[in-house]
Structures are given as structure tokens and as C-alpha cells.
């Protein structure tokens, strides 16, 4: 045993470049394994915890796709915004739980602009058990006109 032992170690300093160039392959091979197993689970975990608590979406006429990252993901241009009057008519509906208004628009300095109502803090739940919080630790005065501005 100590003879086929002393035959590799002779091997592989014989061949140190390759047997160096071996292992550097392998261990990159393996790290981009990982890498790509790592991305995968976080971007599942992105996009599919971020739509938890959602039954429905609605919007403007125009691309389902683009309504849903835009309003969800904050992501796309917004297709526009429905009028306030349909909003109150679903909301009034007894089969609807909870109506949220929530438009997104422009953007200041980096941050979305986005207008709704303060009850997406208190009873809205993104995932079970969890809701938004408010950022100033108080909500907006909407009689005041204040508004909740940040990330």
C-alpha cells in the first residue's frame, strides 16, 4: 500500500501543472454548481413570495403581464389606472374581501411614486401573518394631505 502511495505522490509531481489545472477546474465546476442551485431558490423565492396574499389583480385594459409586474414586482410601465368609481363598485361587492387601490407612477429620485389608501397597512397581508409597515412608524394624514415619502 505504502508503494502505490508513494507512486502518486511521484505522479502528480511529476505532472503538478496538470494536476494544478485539474483541481482549479474542478473547484470552479463545482462553485458554478452551487451558484445556479443558489440563483434558482432565490428567484423562485423572489417571484413567487411576492404574489402570496393576491386573488386578483385589476387593472386597465392592455397586458395582463404588464399589470401584474407592474402593481406586484414594481416592475414595466404602468398600464394606466382604472376610475375610482369601479373601484368602489368592487369594493362594495359582498363577495370581495378586501379592494386595495394602489397606483403606481412616476418616479422621484429613484423611489416609485405610489398612491393608495391606508388600509393596505392595516389590513392587508402579503404573506400570512405579515403585513407593510409604515416607514415614518405613523400613517399619512389624508385630510391633511401628508403622504408617506421613502423606501
Known sequence: MHALW????RSLR???????LTAACIAL????????????AQSRDAFTGGAI?????LGARGSQLQLVL?????LETSPGNIPYRYYKAIQANPAV??????????????????GTE???F??????????????????????????????
Open 97 to 114: 374581501y378586501l379592494a386595495v387601490p394602489y397606483a403606481v407612477g412616476d418616479n422621484y429620485r429613484g423611489y416609485r411614486l405610489v
Open 14 to 20: 511529476q505532472h503538478r501543472l496538470s494536476t494544478a
Open 29 to 40: 465546476s463545482v462553485g458554478l454548481v452551487m451558484a445556479v442551485f443558489s440563483i434558482q
Open 122 to 151: 392595516t389590513d392587508f397581508e402579503y404573506q400570512v401573518g405579515k403585513k407593510l409597515q409604515c416607514a415614518s412608524g405613523r400613517f399619512f394624514d389624508p385630510q391633511a394631505k401628508e403622504a408617506v415619502v421613502g423606501s
Open 118 to 120: 391606508s388600509s393596505i
Open 53 to 57: 396574499g393576491f386573488d386578483a389583480v
Open 6 to 9: 508513494l507512486l502518486a505522490r
Open 70 to 74: 407592474n402593481s406586484i414586482f414594481h
